[in-house]
C-alpha cells in the first residue's frame, strides 16, 4: 500500500477472539492470552511490513500503545511514531455481566490526551437481542459512568454530563 493509506492510528476491538466467552471468564485464559498477543503481533508485523522506511532508519513506523482486556472483550490501540504528542494513556475495564461481576459483558476503554484532544475509545460487549434494550441502556450508561471515573476526570464542570472526553467512540 502507498503512504496515502496510512493513517495515525489503529484501534482494533474484538469479541470471542481466539476463545470463547464461557472459556475467557472461567478460567481457560492462557490460550486467551496467546491469542490475543499473537493477534497484536500479527497486526504490528503487517503495519511496519506494509511501511515505506527509509533505507537508513531502523525505527519502526508503528508501535503498540495500549492493550486491555475483559474476559474474551479485548481493545488494542496502534500508533505511528510521528504521533508525539500524545499523553495520559490510561486502560480500564468495566464488568456489566451477571451482578456486574462476571466478565462475559461489559466494555474495555482506552484514554488518552492528543493534543488539546482528551478521547475516550471504547469496545463493548452489550446484552443482544431486541428484547434486552433496557438492559442494554443500563450497561452502556454503566461503562459510561464507571469508565469516565476510572479513566479520570480532566474538565470540570457544574453539570453531570459527561465533561471528561472531548471526544468518545465507541
Known amino acids: 500500500s502507498n503512504n496515502s ?3 495515525h492510528m489503529y484501534v482494533i476491538g474484538t469479541q470471542e477472539m481466539g476463545q470463547s466467552i464461557r472459556r475467557a471468564v472461567w478460567g481457560c485464559g ?5 491469542a490475543r ?9 503487517y503495519l511496519n511490513a506494509s511501511s515505506i522506511v527509509e533505507s537508513n532508519d531502523t525505527q519502526q513506523e508503528y508501535r503498540k500503545l495500549c492493550s486491555t482486556h475483559l474476559g ?3 481493545l488494542v490501540v496502534f ?4 504521533v508525539d504528542s500524545l499523553s495520559q494513556l490510561r486502560a480500564s475495564t468495566v464488568t456489566t455481566g451477571f451482578g456486574n461481576i462476571v466478565p462475559n459483558k461489559g466494555a474495555c476503554l482506552v484514554s488518552f490526551t492528543l493534543g488539546r484532544q482528551r478521547i475516550l475509545l471504547a469496545n463493548c460487549h452489550l446484552p443482544p437481542h431486541t428484547q434486552n434494550v433496557e438492559k442494554r441502556t443500563t450497561a452502556f450508561k454503566r461503562i459510561v459512568r464507571k469508565g469516565t471515573k476510572k479513566l479520570g476526570r480532566t474538565r470540570e464542570s457544574s453539570d453531570k454530563t459527561n465533561t471528561r472526553f472531548s471526544t468518545t467512540v465507541h
Open 5 to 7: 493509506e496510512k493513517h
Open 30 to 34: 492462557l490460550t486467551g492470552r496467546r
Open 37 to 45: 498477543r499473537d493477534f497484536e503481533d500479527r497486526i504490528l508485523r
Open 72 to 74: 474474551a472483550i479485548h
Open 79 to 82: 500508533a505511528h511514531r510521528t
